[in-house]
């Protein structure tokens, strides 16, 4: 098993025609996903050209892509000024899983497409992240599908390339995931630490769990109360930020230190202090997931 | 972004706030000649991104033209938390009867709009949430439907008795929303919001970030930016499309992310060394933006070694090679360079940067090491 | 027992201090409602001066009137400029039931404040209606109470005099009533004829139900279609407007004729084919509702 | 309230909708100078609060505009169900390729407004709506998120083939949508919304209703009101706040609500008498609306016997007999005027009628029953 994604996925790439929207199309059909539709206003009726010879048809809306395909995941990678009216879209049309990749959404339109999102009862991961993977199933998103293998481990993330440098290292030393989620960094994110950790909880084939936090807010510390009260699981926890001095932004809007809250060391200790296992460097969590699985 | 304090108001006066009048000065003659246009007692305020600007002496009273000119002279060219101050607002001192919190700002957990007003105004909100957090009302406006006028009244009520002044205070409250839409902002303050002993409300400091996404829909804005107040390289890394923090360490970090970036510094510490700088080059492939990397990083004279951590995922490992290529071509660079590039297309990054003369490392604790070791021993 | 309000209703009258305001709380508490506040901004921390000396504080906010005083409905005597305000903030403050009174708020102000009610779980009722009364317990809005009086029969209508006088007539032929409902004529209302007839199958005290509807638009139908449906309860109805001729406004926008629906003659077509009594004129009510008691 | 073509096209027109130009002329001499200055092909059209214009022959294409005077001779005063043509609008011929229908109204059922479109444009929708269903696309707008892009391009995209005029029309419906908020309006269409063979997007027709109560928030569109077009009675009743329909009967109705109003008509015809009027008092209680509708009953020489049947609610009776003595006093009413008063205040009511003279009534069949009698007896 796995959460979120996996073979019975069938995704739509909305603005499957940009440049990084076919490279990742190419990617993910490359890696088994099931892209059924893409959606570029304007070029209904085109078809995108994948690997192998196999081809995509593409629409003019998500209504005409969904009603055609019965897709029930979409993958976002339109320009930040039109990606949460993608959001909206694909919320509109059913879909339940939408993947929001592009970076620099502003705040506001997300909090207006969040709201809708609920609304419509649809997920949304992200925006600002890379998607997800299900190692040997489905990959939505922009993770490299050659550091994954399937396994027992379940990886959450707030940050795009730091999940790679983890899950590769994992996969390196022989341990597989049942799915890598990154959550993303942006301020308003869709789907956090504790939805991701309730879905793992479920999934009975995820044995141990690898969570990675950064400074900034307090998802991290939301998250290790959750672990304690509910999660019967092994965790395996870093923050990223160590040496991150207070009040600068680092990279993005969620990685601000305000105040006395949200420093890599109160989170460590918050961690520490509800039962999860803390890596001081990244090359330290396959250690500590090997202990916390009895390996 | 940040923006003054006088460009705020600004902002502030166009969603039809009670503002009072100001002018800013770079020079105490300026201050002197704004002094004297509106006679009477003024306030000279330091316009720089930084609060605490009253206890770092950088706001100041002057009943005469003459002083306001002195109090400009000791506040242009201060250091407030490191910031230099290189403007000053000269505005009408008001008489106070009452001061006030109000602000809003983008909230994670509720993810909307969140509004914190206190009658305790003109200090430190942080203070007063930590030390009498029911001097605040807070109030998350729902994005479905904007901030609804009861909900102002409501919270401009927590504030006055008086009616008229709870009237007044609602219609501020109500603008304050209006404006933090409008602009694109992801904080909007007015601390304090005061009362005079007429009855009258008014916002006589003013604070507002705005949503570094939301500038491509606000081209006017980002004309408010004040690069004198920043340094060379944070310009030009904003301009490239980086982000960029200056440290005091020697070794130069280029990292794609900024959960990554962060973890290469922390292992650059674990490892005993100092990074000099956080730098991301983010999700896109661009090899300009490596380029622009280099000649940012290789600008700070403390650096003695360059340590590449790239891990491509929307970024192509072989775009920057080439730009890693690319740049070494362009600038001559004499600092060592260590690179690490996992990931999407890293067989042909490796090609890549071989080709070139380059070693490049998989491992990200061989390469931090490698780079410590090479800045220790320069 | 009775639907909507009864013994245990505690009122707040938005809009207390003005002219209908005043005049229509005195008369309720003369009823016997238990009027807990009032809620006028600005005069908050006065106080309103009742029959027989009963005084009702008054607040700014109606925040601080349900926190002061446990209201569970309201009703609203505000300007239409406001009072689609007055709605979301009832709504906003946990008010289950809201009674708006005020004719002539603007569709668009009320479309919104509709769609707040529902998300807030709050049940709207009107606006542009005469409120309701279950005799004998309580009365919101502004139906004369010398008119009813307590008994087995539900009343539910568009109009509003036109139901003082249905409900007169039964009274004066010693027919009491459960609840009296004016469910307003505005085009978009908060409360319709099926929200009533669910509410009125379910209380046990109801053994008879008069349905007074009006041209245009197809509310009659659809609460004739749930009769046949779902209801075990005997009804009977009534429909004004035989001699309105097609196309012409009477009286509110509720009130026109477009196209072939909505004429009284199909709506008392669609009432006698689904078994609802129809009464040819006011006084024909009566006897009807006697003959389907089988009294 | 309905305002004709030519405005709502100013109203399209300010919300940046694709409008071809045209002006009004109320003689033939005006619209033969407008047909002059645009030069070529002019289209006359009657403006006139009624649809079947075109079948009535209210529409006429002109080539010359000694044509254009001609056909604007034959149009005005001409009658189109009813109504007068005191307008009639000039505008240029445009090149038609297609034609769409697109329009938003409040759906009652939904409880928000609803888009209605179809590539069946240019005749009358409900006759698509009751033919040919599944020609029509409907769109639900939430209220609490407006027309979001998508649905408005969704809307579009029934329509056309061609991207870029789906562009264009999604534009286009963006822009009904905003103006159909901003005019405060219950109903705006477009029939047709034509693509030339130039590939561009042009509403040509525009019929827009603007929600009474709408009004108090939009004075600049109370002036749109074409009070020429309408009975002097109407007017009046109107300015005094009551809702007021004429009709051909004698028996002159005043009724409070519009729901004991129309059942008050229904049982004068159930008795054998005939309705002279619908008229409405409303929900207030002003003795001046008693006068005016007195003044408006009696201006109609049809009317044998004045009728009022007055429930009180919020209406108090004693304000309607105050109402009806004071008008009695200020105006000549030589009609008999019989009464029904129940309800709020009803004894001090009935007390005030009978020290003025007038006996009344306290059920509705006998007071009817009496005033269809007045009337036959008359």
């Known amino acids: ?295 | 972004m940040n923006i003054h304090e006088y460009q705020a108001k600004e902002i502030f006066r166009q969603a039809g706030m009670p503002v009072p009048p100001g002018e800013v000065a770079t020079t105490p003659d300026e201050a002197e000649a704004i002094a004297r246009t509106y006679g009477g007692t003024v306030v000279v305020k330091a316009q720089v991104h930084s609060g605490g600007r009253g206890k770092a002496g950088g706001v100041k009273l002057a009943s005469t033209p003459e002083e306001a000119r002195a109090h400009a002279e000791a506040i242009l060219g201060m250091e407030i938390r490191g910031l230099t101050v290189n403007r000053v607002l000269v505005t009408p001192a008001e008489d106070i009867a009452s001061e006030a919190y109000v602000g809003v700002l983008m909230d994670r957990k509720a993810q909307a709009p969140t509004f914190m007003v206190s009658a305790e105004g003109g200090v430190d909100i942080e203070e007063v949430a930590a030390t009498n957090p029911d001097a605040i009302r807070k109030l998350t406006v729902d994005p479905r439907y904007g901030l609804l006028p009861h909900q102002a009244y409501w919270l401009a009520n927590a504030l006055y008795d008086d009616p008229a002044i709870i009237k007044q205070a609602a219609r501020v409250i109500a603008q304050l929303y209006d404006a933090f839409r409008s602009a694109g902002a992801s904080m909007a303050e007015i601390n304090p919001l005061i009362t005079t002993p007429e009855g009258e409300v008014k916002a006589i400091d003013a604070k507002v970030t705005i949503d570094d996404n939301e500038l491509f829909r606000h081209p006017e804005l980002e004309a408010l930016r004040d690069t004198d107040a920043e340094p060379w390289a944070e310009t030009r890394a904003r301009e490239a499309g980086l982000s960029f923090v200056k440290l005091d360490g020697d070794v130069g970090c280029c990292v794609n992310g900024a959960g990554l970036a962060m973890a290469t510094m922390d292992l650059v510490k674990y490892y005993g060394g100092d990074p000099a700088n956080f730098l991301d080059i983010g999700g896109s492939s661009n090899p300009e933006k490596v380029v622009a990397a280099l000649e940012i990083i290789t600008a700070d004279p403390n650096v003695k070694v360059i340590l590449f951590n790239i891990f491509g995922g929307i970024t192509r490992c072989d775009d920057v090679a080439n730009g890693i290529v690319e740049a070494t071509r362009r600038i001559d660079i004499k600092t060592p360079i260590v690179i690490r590039l996992t990931g999407t297309n890293e067989e042909e990054a490796l090609r890549i940067l071989e080709e070139a003369g380059f070693s490049a490392f998989t491992s990200m604790d061989e390469v931090v090491q490698k780079a410590v070791e090479l800045a220790a021993g320069a």
């Open chain 1, 1 to 295: 098993m796995s959460i979120f994604i996996d073979e019975n996925t069938r995704l739509i790439v909305q603005g499957i025609t940009g440049r990084d929207g076919s490279f990742h199309t190419a990617q993910m059909m490359e890696y088994g996903t099931a892209v059924v539709a893409g959606v570029t206003p304007g070029k209904g009726g085109q078809t995108f050209e994948g690997p192998g010879g196999r081809t995509v048809p593409i629409f003019n809306t998500m209504d005409e892509a969904v009603a055609e395909t019965g897709a029930n995941t979409s993958v976002i990678y339109v320009p930040p000024a039109f990606a949460a009216g993608a959001i909206l879209e694909a919320a509109d049309a059913g879909i339940e899983l939408i993947v929001a990749i592009t970076e620099g959404i502003p705040v506001q339109d997300m909090a207006r497409a969040h709201a809708f999102a609920r609304d419509r009862g649809a997920r949304v991961l992200g925006p600002n992240c890379p998607g997800l993977i299900s190692p040997g199933k489905s990959k939505v998103g922009i993770l490299p599908a050659q550091i994954v293998t399937p396994g027992p481990v379940g990886v959450i993330s707030r940050s795009g390339t730091l999940t790679y440098e983890a899950v590769y290292q994992l996969t390196t030393a022989g341990i597989g995931q049942t799915t890598c989620v990154g959550i993303g960094g942006d301020p308003l994110i869709g789907t956090n630490f504790v939805d991701c950790l309730e879905a793992f909880a479920a999934d009975a084939d995820t044995k141990a769990i690898v969570m990675i936090g950064e400074i900034g807010g307090t998802d991290e510390q939301e998250a290790a109360a959750w672990v304690r009260e509910h999660l019967d699981k092994p965790v395996v926890g870093f923050i990223a930020g160590q040496t991150a001095p207070p009040g600068r932004r680092m990279g993005h809007a969620g990685a601000i230190i305000s105040g006395s809250a949200g420093t890599a060391e109160e989170k460590m200790q918050c961690f520490a202090e509800n039962g999860i296992a803390v890596a001081k460097r990244p090359a330290d969590i396959v250690g500590l997931v090997r202990e916390a699985m009895g390996l």
